[in-house]
């Protein structure tokens, strides 16, 4: 005999899902309600006790405490369009998202502790991005403690600062903003364009062009001395004076000008970090290197892959790190049964990296040449290290012309799990029939480097 479990049939799901559906904001049936301030006095939201409590230990806390035989609960400082957008997770399963509406709905999840709704509109905010809304969403992911989040603002941030450095957000960000900036370690513009950048930022806010030590100092505060003057040239600060000179005091610029000069020397005024917030991307330690190796097993496969005009690799990973480099594997002629190299200087060969959004909006993020060939494997070291980050999905592009029965004989994994938890998926690749975990392609391994406060990476 058997037995039709309600609860994990297709059925199940499409019932309760209707069932979500027709008590959503309905108030027959509902035995709280919410109570917020409206310009023409207050709106109630209606709800139901037993759903909140499935999906929230918060709420399940209140309505089997103090709360459990009140029917009217006040909310204070979030509208009820918001609120109504939150609830949606518990009886619907999704949520209308906005950049909008998006913080006051990531608070609720995270003020009731509903990780599904915290989790989406992190995922939500990290695909719209943008110069005109990065600070302020920092400073969201900095007061609900987002910790992906602030990681994925810091990559914004660092990979665009000199954009947003010329921005409207940026002139008119008010002084924690600021600060946020200037506490980075990693982002691609020089110390001197970042000072320029804070003199920008006092005459805007200040509403003053001419530049004095006091107003200087009465706008920027404490963050004058977070600059890092130390790390500039002493021909760079010299280059400073003529234009800013009247925005130092004489002990502050003779602090400075030992600070570069003597690197032995402890100021105390300023923070004294010598430390350039990038540096070249040749200076990237090859210790640092973390690789990602598909190859199953050094001997290959008995059957030939034959490569295409265009080879398409795809991946995705779950943490920000840096592509360094992009190794292919060598190739050959199969025919006969017999595998034999390429004639002459190998097949040139153009690569193109792209990012792609969940809305399949592409950015190309890297474009050269190079040679394929049957020698050795081919390391593409790439010019400008890539961010990659978790939320899209990356498609290398080899577009080649290549001759009759071209192939490889790798085995490749579709997934690798590299250290420190990050992992690496690949998709929509040529399988074998009888294993899918095993893929058959032409890129053999990634060289990655982790993103952290160690790891300063010029991309200009």
Known sequence: MSVFNPLTSDYSSQVFSTIGRNLYLESELADVHFVFRANDGNERVPAHKLLLMAHSDVFATMFNGSWKEMDMVKIGDVSAAAFKEFLQFFYLGQVKLTMENVAAVMNLGEMYNVHECSAVCSKFVKNNLNIDNILRIYGLAILLNQENLKIACKIFIGSNIKALLKSTGFLTCDRKE???????NWITCTEVELFEACMSWVKAVSKQDDLTEELVHDHLGDLFHEIRFGSMSLQSFAALIPK???TFSFHEQQ??????????????????????RCSSAEGCSASMD?????????SGSLMPYEIKNLETTVFSTNEPVLLRAIGCGMVGIFTQNNYSVLEKDGVPTNITLVEVSDLNDEVILYNANDVLNSAEDLRIFLTKPVIVRPGFTYEIRLEQTLPKSCCT??????????????????HRETTLED??????????????????DNVYCNFL
Do not use: W
Request: charged share 20%.
């Open 178 to 184: 600021l600060a946020t900036i200037l506490q980075l």
């Open 244 to 246: 800013y000179g009247n």
């Open 255 to 276: 602090e400075i000008i030992q600070m570069i000069a003597d690197p032995s020397f402890h100021p105390t005024m300023f923070v004294g970090n010598r430390t350039k």
């Open 290 to 298: 973390i690789h990602c190796e598909r190859l199953i097993s050094q």
């Open 409 to 426: 004989m790798d085995l490749l994994k579709s997934r690798v799990e590299l250290k420190s938890g990050i992992v690496i998926q690949f």
């Open 435 to 452: 294993d899918p975990t095993i893929a058959r392609g032409l890129i053999f391994e990634l060289i990655f480097q982790r993103i952290d």
